[in-house]
């Protein structure tokens, strides 16, 4: 036998093994690979920030020395100081005028057949499928029309209605998959409509009324777009305050407050996702 | 009565006691109305008047001149003819989307194909992992995307080890489009992945009894399971990166890259309001169009109704 005969004997008595380890079709070649590439893609740009924000270098992207100099320059920055408190008050009164209205419309759109509120379902949705800045700059033209100022008012009317399709999203999807029995219990038990929508519905809604709370909060605080059109000479927001850092000299001080909005993120993300589980 | 539930439980739904009047929306509709209606309608309005002659705003002469000159430029001697800036940023938003959505697809596919083929616990994290940039503010994440291409990032240190001098990628078109695939990833990830976990492993299975290759399983038996998924993930992909504003501003250089770096010119320091009104209209409608063409491409593979909201 010559060399090449013994090697496609081993090769034909190879296939079969081969090919039974091949119906494992869990796993294709280069997906475990590929798969780990992306994700060190996602993360990778947050990484460099985290790291970043501890340079002691005046420029952003030249690393010098460890410190947390950027850190202290952070906390006694008076103008981020009132950039966060513009972002909390707008995104909190958001979220409850959000969260209240997307209650209420779930609750009043459950038994219209979809044709029947179309329009109602068009202009809750708008927000998802047309771009923001269209949004925006409508909504600025509007305020502009109707004499109400560039401010926080404003703002956080024009968040809450685009908030509201992301509280609601949560809270009609629990009203589509709760039970009958509950309901049909109160009823032979003679609760009215009223009592049955305080101690049944809204009880069973609550945990999606949370869930959506914390999308349209979580929306209403990362807001750029908008805020970026709409707010006034005192009313910037923090994401706002943040683009103008990166328009003009990039100092090591943007990654130092990302850094601490991504622990906020992370720690909000956390707590509900414990509260969360003890609920269960 | 519980069977008859039981049995029609989507129809019943109607029947429900403690079902709430449809009144109750009323105030949700009303806020909408001005919170969302009135400002669309009126940027359609905006759009058919002139500029004001100073300061922001418009007066109130109705004429098709926004819409003209999107495509028309007159020349101080007083001639017109034909002008390609507004086209080009129109083409540039499609092409740009167009690369984006692409290649979202393709990263998308087999991390989750990867992911819904781990055993749950790792599955549970690795979902988290990939959701986790959703509730991280999107100029953050641009802004880190820009610090690792910088010229100074990571990426040009190594090209630059390499050998590679003037490796140059920063306000580039070619940022722009790495910005739009970096923010929109997990749009095309998410919905590709619930496809992928509803698929069943023992088709693949059989068609490889049957002979077929590794190669021909993905592309005949995995990829048209999957392809609601893909779907839905363009929707959620092209849509936005059509109207983005901060990749292109951030990473892209140039400050007329996209339509909607367009119109925040135009409302700011151009301050030609019926303008920008405009080409916002223009968006609107590209946006509807595209919203369309993805509901008959969903109801054509799946055979149901698409539901975008």
Redesign the interface.
Known sequence: MTDTAVATAAETQWVAPK?RR??N????????F??WA??F??????L??VI?SFNSSR????WESPSVKWYIKTFHNDDIQRALINSFQIAIGATIFSTV??V??A??????KRAG?T???A?????????????A??????F??VGIPLGKVGMT??H??FC??FALIPIRARL?QLD??P??A??DLG?N?SQ??RR??LPLLSPAIISGALLAF?ISI?D??TSF?LSGPSSTTL?VY??GM?RSTVTPE??AI?TL??LF?GI??ISSYVLNRRRR | MTKVHKHEKKKHLEGRPGQTAPALAFPTVLFLFFGIGIPLALTVVYSFLDRAKVGMGVTWTFNPKAYKSLFVIENLDGTTGFDTRYVKVLWNSFVYSGVTTVATVILSIPIAMWIATREENKRNILLAAVTLPFWISILIRTYGLRQIIDDNGPIGWIMHKLGNEGFHIIYTPTATMIGLIYVFLPFMILPIYSSAERFDFRLAEAAYDLGAKRWTVLRRIVLPSIRPGIIAGIALVFIPALGSFLQSDMLGGGKTNMIANVIALNFGQARNWPFGCALAVLLIVLTLIFVKLIQWAGKKTTGEQVSLI
């Open positions: 090919r091949l119906v079709l869990r796993n294709f070649p280069t997906f475990t590929a798969s992306v994700l893609f996602l993360y990778l740009p947050l460099h920030v970043y420029i952003a992207t030249i209205l997307a209420l419309a609750l009043g759109l459950q038994r219209m509120s329009v109602a379902w202009l809750i949705g708008a927000p998802l499928i047309i771009a923001e800045i269209v949004l700059v409508g909504t600025l033209g509007f502009m029309a009317v024009a809450t209605a509201i399709p589509g009958n029995a309901f049909e109160a009823a609760a409509e049955i929508l049944v519905t979580a990362d750029f777009i059109f994401p943040i683009f990166i943007v990654d990302s909005l991504l993120s909000v993300l």
